[in-house]
């Protein structure tokens, strides 16, 4: 009997063994000096990055969870690098270094089977995309509906960026993406080269108020836009924004006394990295 008992006892520890073994926290990727866990917080936990070939010193994240047994696994070395460097804080870290334009993934498994993903994608340069829906001209103040319709067709084929097209904004400080800088515009979804100029935030008066605009520079046109964003921090969150750019004085055909003549597009808003 005490043979049986003794045989039981080992068998439970070693279930109880096995279960310590397995019982490990899942495997991230965090930013900083450490992965903060707390529900509530600003976690820096992160499953995605973008990189940029500008910046080829790339970044370093840090690796937790699992047995600490790791090893890289690269989706891709012609987009990107991934190697162990010093540990920090007790946990160990990647450097990822940008090499090419794309996207790729970087998996880290340990001894356990266990493994987590991080996504990373490469651009040249950060910038921000708008890639246009669709556009339209209206006519605002007293005209009759022939009126309208003469102006509207008068814009017919009249400017560049057609549906498909693209702006880029490439700002000269990332801190303020909206102040300067290069502008690229395509003018269809074709492969042609895109026309080069520059942006930059100026005031626009509307009566007694005064509005952000931006004005565009390219291919010896200039455009100043109106826009209805409120808040141009959220881009992110938004499907689209509406690009209003009074064409009155540029109207091929006369403009009823009193009214104004906006040309809007429809643009789509991307992320710094062009999704």
């Known amino acids: 009997?005490?043979?049986?008992?003794?045989?039981?006892?080992?068998?439970?520890?070693?279930?109880?063994?096995?279960?310590?073994?397995?019982?490990?926290?899942?495997?991230?990727?965090?930013?900083?000096?450490?992965?903060?866990?707390?529900?509530?917080t600003c976690d820096n936990l992160?499953?995605?990055?973008?990189?940029?070939?500008?910046k080829p010193e790339g970044i370093i994240v840090g690796v937790d969870g699992g047995?600490?047994?790791?090893?890289i696994i690269n989706g891709?070395?012609?987009?990107?690098?991934?190697?162990?460097?010093?540990?920090?804080?007790?946990?160990?870290?990647?450097?990822?270094?940008?090499?090419g334009i794309g996207e790729t993934s970087i998996t880290v498994r340990d001894g356990s089977g266990s493994s987590a993903m991080l996504r990373v994608k490469v651009d040249e340069c950060v910038k921000f995309v708008w890639s246009k829906e669709k556009d339209g001209i209206v006519v605002i103040g007293e005209a009759t509906e022939e009126q309208k319709k003469n102006i509207v067709d008068a814009f017919t084929n009249f400017f560049t960026v057609k549906e498909g097209g693209r702006y880029e904004m490439i700002p000269d400080n990332e801190s303020d993406l909206w102040e300067k800088g290069i502008l690229r515009v395509r003018p269809d979804d074709?492969?042609?080269?895109?026309?080069?100029?520059?942006?930059?935030?100026v005031p626009v008066m509307e009566g007694e108020v005064e509005r952000s605009g931006l004005l565009?520079?390219?291919?010896?046109?200039?455009?100043?836009?109106?826009f209805n964003a409120p808040n141009l921090t959220r881009l992110s969150v938004m499907e689209?924004?509406?690009?209003?750019?009074?064409?009155?004085?540029?109207?091929?055909?006369?403009?009823?006394?009193?009214c104004k003549v906006y040309h809007v597009e429809r643009l789509k808003p991307r992320n710094q990295s062009g999704e």
């Open 1 to 40: 009997m005490k043979h049986i008992y003794s045989i039981l006892m080992l068998i439970s520890l070693l279930f109880v063994g096995t279960a310590c073994e397995d019982d490990y926290r899942d495997m991230v990727f965090f930013t900083g000096e450490a992965p903060i866990y707390q529900i509530g």
């Open 76 to 99: 891709n070395d012609a987009v990107v690098t991934a190697a162990f460097v010093k540990n920090e804080n007790g946990y160990q870290r990647i450097l990822v270094t940008p090499k």
């Open 46 to 54: 992160i499953g995605s990055v973008n990189l940029y070939l500008d």
């Open 190 to 201: 074709s492969t042609i080269a895109p026309f080069v100029g520059q942006y930059e935030r």
């Open 216 to 226: 565009f520079k390219y291919n010896n046109e200039e455009h100043l836009y109106t």
């Open 67 to 71: 047995d600490g047994n790791y090893v």
């Open 240 to 258: 689209y924004i509406d690009f209003w750019e009074d064409v009155t004085e540029v109207c091929p055909v006369e403009v009823p006394t009193g």
